[in-house]
């Protein structure tokens, strides 16, 4: 490697180290926001232990599982240990192990600065919206600036250290496979608590939301930090490491055909980049004495978007590297901040799908769940455009470079489109401290106004919501098309390898994946069949779960004297309610995260590459499908509810209230744990099929 | 074309004809089977007119439709009018508009005599289950008959008149745009009533099923007819048609090269045969005095299957036939069978999901929906694996006979599942006469017993159709794989003919569409979304048709003094529920099906061949997983519901039947209307695609 790239991974880790030490100094200045409510203190120490108590089991679980994992990796990849060198295996072995290291540090992180962001935020809102707003979006930024700051990191030094793509795609695998378990166990928990919470307390007994009586309501805040905090820190963390992985690949691959580096040096250079211009936005969030949190969400996303469009243009004109994957990515960032506009359009309160759905909900609950569905349907549409329009223009785009130079387009269009994940991660971790803050409002009986201005927080992280989802879902969509090109790398690696050992073999290089090939078009359909199994796994798995907690809250009520009736003193089990969440999630998940693997290596040794191409394609495209439809669906029903009960469509209490209430039950799942967890699914199927394609190569039966 | 094509095409023809004369027969039989009970003669007759008024419309909106599709196939269709000889442009818009009108006039012939047989089922029960049966079973024959024998004998007389494949296509269309739109507004129709009648009588009133008060319940007879018969059987007319059109496109091409009409005969055979094996079940049906309705529907299909298998294996014998093209149309029947067993399991009321679906439902109906839906999306996998492996056995059985053979193995795998087509709508059709017989004999009084008949032979009705469902979409997968092979057919024909028009030009042949070139991929992408629109589309249509005809209910309700108490004599309005159904049906389906052929047409002139090739594959995809998730999901809530009426789970009128309700209206168009028209969506995509292939190889931006 040149000097040029050495400058590239320095500046990679002095950004990277910058962007913990503004976490380091927002967690600080989160941690000495004033503490004076002793209830608050209380209720808010049980959450965070909740949350302690869970992420604890949850990596005992995995930690057993990457164990086993790991062995599998040592013992046969890159190649089989007693045909290789052994230091290789150990390489992957220990990149994929950090990855999984690095991302839980930073759920760690995460979770601990939302488990006290909570409750300076629930203090905060006693005066005014402004501080409670800074109290929850720094917050947020704490767990942003760590997992892409960890990520960005990891990636530069697995580099420095290995120089290896095995050992890059290794790592990226370790960051993925947690984020499968994390997302999908903390959205099992999350959604399990929130249900039986509302089921029982709000639709049975008519109590408020996160009514102190409630046996659920901890368990329910405990669930929005181990579910929105800790399991969409993963997932991003995972989204972003597999796209710079996917880039590097790509580019190396074409930097060593041209012998330089310059292209593994401009995906340094832009994740970087993306990072210092999260840090610019971070730092410059203010919302003002009455302003709109949303706004300001908003406008600091905007803001680090064209911070990033501007960094990037003059480290192009100054390194020389070339306009038109600069292009691509900007091309990325653009159909990114599109996707999520539309995702905004079908779950806004202030726009036709939601008032539709409220309308139709005045007929019924089976008439809210046919229009959402039937919203969930379209709003795919335009996001599917999207991600293929931009897959195609940054291909067209970059394609006149020169060979291995289209799909690097594609590769930098995602790298584009997550350039501003830190900004993302912010925004998305500040709804569940906000939400969390509104609870502990409730039940630390701070008042009207207080409670006016989480609700009004609370809202904000609802709205913004949507749209960081749209852009996750669209970045994991270019990503895993681009990881399709590393898959496509990483068998012509092998071909030529066997080539030179055989040269009578001439085997030919794999160029693409022909749909008329029965194999390609018989994985493409039982690839695209795995995303909604996999949903519906993880659905039932809460479904199954949520009927045990309902049983131990209707106990709870029937057993304890005077919990019913609010007595002073009476204080439900709340632990008993956490500790089945706890249990069942991690019940749940394994099944689902292991019938993802086991299906990819059937399919890849009974079809060999061709089929696994087909595969990951069927799962790419039925997955992101699946994905939008569940996730805006789940929104709308969300903010349709929130829209009946601000005193719309008959208002709280009415029937079409109860219908709507029925539509955001089923969009919990939808929304927090299937749709969001399908973006890992594919992202671990498409690695997967990358480090086991020699395999999948030289051992298949067709 | 030797004295041997002409052999199968008299043989084809004869067939057809004795499958008319079978139809002829079994009206007559029909018919002579007494009425005598003039409250069911006047009821009945206000369900013929009502059926006869909508499809008159219908068929008066698709005229106008077919006028302009004809007049843009005439002046376009092989090649521009100006520009080949304009007789054969007049040969292909002849051969389309036969294709509208064969599978109008086998519709028009379902629905006159399923409203005649349902009125002598329903008296026919008084007599016992066996006479009641077969009034229902016979009744629905003739739909069998005339939609099969009119579509071999359409398909035999394009090929003796034009011998021209374009027009085979053209023919090919025509059925489907009839079906496209028959399909969906009869879908739209019967649901309209069905969830409407069903909410304001069953859910409001309390009232029972089919009470005649409801001004709802004719609409409601009449939507069993023109949605699951005429509606239905354009369906398999349409699918059937595609599947010998594919075969026969694909199997001349190589008899072309090889100079002789060996596979085009075997196509014209194997289709004969499997309607004389249908012929032959049909005649044998029967059903033991007190014997199961189930068993002799399944009996005498499996009677057919065996039939089929054994004729197909003399002729292939007799005349020197391939048989591994026989043994690729055996797998096709056989995978059929084993889709529609699966499609049972997750929707018979003795299985697991209906179970867990009832003991869910006990809290509430959110989580009916939540499990209905994951059992429906877990459901699509084993099919999807079904098709996949069918394909690709079909594929590599047939490969190592030549170029050509494999593609020709996929569709002869399609004329194989179709094969009992006949006996599959005869099973379907038995459906809707019975519910319909079920009907009258509530509103015609006939007593108890009699309800106890028709209800076993309707709860036969539907466990059938669960099969037959499946079986319809495994079909509609495997024609449509064909009909990929069809595209690449026609598109090499045309380049054939550029090549010698220019000679310099050197176009290589279509091969096949590599998934990495990125503008088939952006086809996949946007391809895959089609379907989801599609469904929502129509989803929306049925709501706000509901929506429009429950005011109008309770307008009624209101207005008609007397009717709600039920006063002799006074009768509610029921053609203005008819009218309201057939308006809005109408006015719903146009936007969806137009929208599927303008966006073929536009990613066709977009991105070309390539585009189109990914955009009917991910089509097709997502199509079958869509379709397969809301028919399953669909008949396991209407199944649940009858489960729990059956005295499960609390019983009638608990609030586990309130929530199964709400599922089963959820249920009614994923399982009537989107999931099913779904099949018809994608041969209609696939071939508009053929048709147009030359325009989008020469015309296309891209």
Same mark, same amino acid.
């Given at each position: 490697?040149g000097?040029n790239?050495q400058?590239?991974?320095?500046?990679?880790?002095?950004?990277?180290?910058?962007?913990?030490?503004?976490?380091?100094?927002?967690?600080?200045?989160?941690?000495?926001l004033?503490?004076? *409510?002793?209830?608050?203190?209380?209720?808010?120490?049980?959450i965070?232990?909740?949350?302690?108590? $869970?992420?604890?089991?949850?990596y005992?679980?995995?930690?057993?599982?990457?164990?086993?994992?790991?062995i599998?990796?040592?013992?046969?990849?890159?190649?089989?240990?007693?045909?290789?060198?052994?230091?290789?295996?150990?390489?992957?072995?220990?990149?994929?192990?950090?990855?999984?290291?690095?991302?839980?540090?930073?759920?760690?992180i995460?979770?601990?600065?939302?488990?006290?962001?909570?409750?300076?935020?629930?203090?905060?809102?006693?005066?005014g919206?402004?501080?409670?707003?800074?109290?929850?979006?720094?917050g947020g930024a704490?767990?942003?600036?760590?997992?892409?700051?960890?990520?960005?990191?990891?990636?530069?030094?697995?580099?420095i250290?290995?120089?290896?793509?095995?050992?890059?795609?290794?790592?990226?695998?370790?960051?993925?496979?947690l984020?499968? /378990?994390?997302?999908?166990?903390?959205g099992?928990?999350?959604k399990?608590?929130?249900?039986?919470a509302?089921?029982?307390?709000?639709?049975?007994?008519g109590?408020?939301?996160?009514?102190?009586?409630?046996?659920?309501?901890?368990?329910?805040?405990?669930?929005?930090?181990?579910? +929105?905090?800790?399991?969409?820190g993963?997932?991003?963390?995972?989204?972003?490491?597999?796209?710079?992985?996917?880039a590097?690949?790509?580019?190396?691959?074409?930097?060593?055909?041209?012998?330089?580096?310059?292209?593994?040096?401009?995906?340094?250079?832009?994740?970087?980049?993306?990072?210092?211009?999260?840090i610019?936005?971070?730092a410059?969030?203010?919302?003002?004495?009455?302003?709109?949190?949303?706004?300001?969400?908003?406008s600091?996303t905007y803001?680090?978007?064209?911070? /990033?469009?501007?960094?990037?243009?003059?480290?192009?004109?100054?390194? *020389?590297?070339?306009?038109?994957?600069?292009?691509?990515?900007?091309?990325?960032?653009?159909?990114?901040?599109?996707i999520?506009?539309?995702?905004?359009? /079908?779950? *806004?309160?202030?726009?036709k799908?939601?008032?539709?759905?409220?309308?139709?909900?005045?007929?019924?609950?089976?008439?809210?769940?046919?229009?959402?569905?039937?919203?969930?349907f379209?709003?795919? $549409?335009?996001?599917?455009?999207?991600?293929?329009?931009?897959?195609l223009?940054?291909?067209?785009?970059?394609?006149?470079?020169?060979?291995?130079?289209?799909?690097?387009?594609i590769a930098?269009?995602?790298v584009?489109?997550?350039?501003?994940?830190?900004?993302?991660?912010?925004?998305?971790?500040?709804?569940?401290?906000? +939400?969390?803050?509104?609870?502990?409002?409730?039940?630390?009986?701070?008042?009207?106004?207080?409670?006016?201005i989480?609700?009004?927080?609370?809202?904000?992280?609802?709205?913004?919501?949507?749209?960081?989802?749209? $852009?996750?879902?669209?970045?994991?969509g270019?990503?895993?098309?681009?990881?399709?090109?590393?898959?496509?790398?990483?068998v012509?690696?092998?071909?030529?390898?066997?080539?030179?050992?055989?040269p +009578?073999?001439?085997?030919?290089?794999?160029?693409?994946?022909?749909?008329?090939d029965?194999?390609? $078009? /018989?994985?493409?359909?039982?690839?695209?069949?795995?995303?909604?199994?996999?949903?519906?796994?993880l659905?039932?798995g809460?479904?199954?779960?949520?009927?045990?907690?309902?049983?131990?809250?209707h106990?709870?009520?029937?057993e304890?004297?005077?919990?019913?009736?609010?007595?002073k003193?009476?204080?439900?089990e709340?632990?008993?309610?956490?500790?089945?969440?706890?249990?069942g999630?991690?019940?749940?998940?394994?099944?689902?995260?292991?019938f993802?693997i086991?299906?990819?290596?059937?399919?890849g040794?009974?079809?060999g590459?061709k089929?696994?191409?087909?595969?990951?394609?069927?799962?790419?495209?039925?997955?992101?499908?699946?994905?939008?439809?569940?996730?805006?669906?789940g929104?709308?029903?969300?903010n349709?509810?929130?829209?009946?009960?601000?005193?719309?469509n008959?208002?709280?209490?009415?029937?079409t209230?109860?219908?709507a209430?029925?539509? +955001?039950?089923?969009?919990?799942?939808?929304?927090?744990?299937?749709?969001?967890?399908?973006?890992?699914?594919?992202?671990?199927v498409?690695?997967?099929?990358?480090?086991?394609?020699?395999?999948f190569l030289?051992?298949?039966?067709?």
């Amino acid at each position: 490697m040149g000097t040029n790239t050495q400058f590239f991974q320095i500046a990679a880790i002095i950004i990277s180290l910058a962007a913990f030490g503004e976490a380091f100094w927002l967690y600080k200045w989160v941690k000495a926001l004033p503490a004076s *409510n002793p209830q608050i203190a209380s209720i808010g120490k049980l959450i965070k232990n909740g949350a302690n108590t $869970f992420l604890k089991k949850e990596y005992e679980t995995l930690a057993r599982f990457c164990g086993v994992a790991a062995i599998i990796i040592f013992v046969f990849l890159p190649s089989p240990i007693w045909m290789g060198n052994p230091l290789d295996n150990v390489i992957v072995v220990v990149a994929y192990l950090c990855g999984t290291i690095f991302s839980a540090i930073a759920g760690k992180i995460g979770i601990t600065v939302s488990t006290i962001a909570n409750m300076k935020a629930a203090e905060a809102s006693t005066k005014g919206i402004k501080p409670s707003f800074m109290a929850g979006f720094r917050g947020g930024a704490v767990m942003g600036m760590a997992v892409v700051g960890s990520s960005l990191l990891g990636v530069t030094l697995v580099l420095i250290l290995t120089d290896n793509t095995t050992a890059l795609l290794g790592f990226s695998f370790g960051a993925s496979s947690l984020a499968l /378990f994390a997302k999908a166990g903390g959205g099992i928990f999350t959604k399990t608590a929130d249900i039986s919470a509302d089921l029982v307390g709000k639709v049975e007994l008519g109590i408020p939301e996160d009514d102190p009586r409630n046996p659920a309501v901890i368990a329910d805040n405990v669930g929005d930090n181990v579910g +929105d905090v800790a399991g969409m820190g993963a997932d991003l963390f995972d989204s972003n490491v597999a796209s710079m992985a996917a880039a590097l690949v790509i580019g190396s691959d074409i930097d060593t055909i041209n012998g330089n580096t310059i292209n593994s040096s401009m995906v340094l250079c832009y994740a970087t980049l993306g990072l210092l211009a999260s840090i610019i936005g971070v730092a410059t969030a203010r919302i003002g004495k009455n302003g709109s949190p949303t706004r300001a969400l908003n406008s600091s996303t905007y803001i680090t978007t064209g911070v /990033f469009a501007a960094l990037t243009g003059a480290a192009t004109y100054a390194f *020389n590297f070339e306009w038109r994957i600069w292009l691509a990515s900007i091309i990325g960032l653009l159909v990114g901040v599109i996707i999520g506009i539309a995702s905004d359009y /079908f779950t *806004n309160d202030t726009k036709k799908p939601v008032h539709i759905v409220a309308t139709a909900s005045e007929s019924g609950p089976a008439f809210t769940i046919l229009s959402g569905i039937s919203y969930g349907f379209i709003s795919a $549409f335009p996001a599917m455009i999207g991600i293929g329009v931009s897959a195609l223009a940054a291909y067209k785009v970059c394609e006149p470079l020169g060979p291995g130079y289209a799909m690097f387009g594609i590769a930098m269009a995602a790298v584009g489109m997550l350039s501003i994940v830190a900004m993302i991660i912010s925004n998305d971790a500040y709804g569940p401290i906000v +939400d969390n803050g509104r609870g502990l409002v409730e039940m630390g009986d701070l008042g009207d106004t207080a409670l006016e201005i989480t609700d009004s927080l609370d809202s904000a992280g609802n709205t913004v919501k949507a749209i960081t989802k749209g $852009f996750a879902i669209g970045a994991a969509g270019l990503t895993v098309i681009a990881l399709l090109g590393t898959f496509i790398s990483e068998v012509n690696v092998k071909i030529t390898e066997l080539n030179i050992a055989t040269p +009578d073999l001439h085997m030919p290089a794999l160029t693409g994946f022909d749909i008329m090939d029965p194999l390609v $078009f /018989f994985g493409l359909l039982v690839g695209a069949a795995i995303p909604a199994v996999f949903s519906a796994m993880l659905i039932l798995g809460v479904q199954r779960n949520a009927q045990r907690m309902i049983k131990e809250i209707h106990r709870q009520f029937n057993e304890i004297i005077g919990l019913r009736e609010g007595k002073k003193g009476v204080v439900p089990e709340y632990d008993k309610c956490i500790e089945i969440a706890t249990t069942g999630a991690i019940k749940e998940l394994v099944p689902a995260g292991l019938f993802v693997i086991i299906i990819t290596v059937l399919v890849g040794f009974i079809g060999g590459v061709k089929a696994t191409g087909g595969f990951l394609t069927g799962n790419i495209i039925s997955g992101l499908l699946f994905a939008l439809f569940m996730s805006n669906s789940g929104g709308l029903w969300d903010n349709t509810k929130k829209y009946v009960e601000s005193g719309h469509n008959g208002g709280k209490g009415s029937d079409t209230h109860k219908a709507a209430v029925v539509g +955001d039950t089923v969009g919990d799942p939808f929304k927090d744990t299937a749709g969001p967890s399908i973006n890992t699914q594919i992202t671990v199927v498409s690695l997967v099929a990358s480090l086991l394609s020699t395999f999948f190569l030289t051992m298949s039966i067709f």
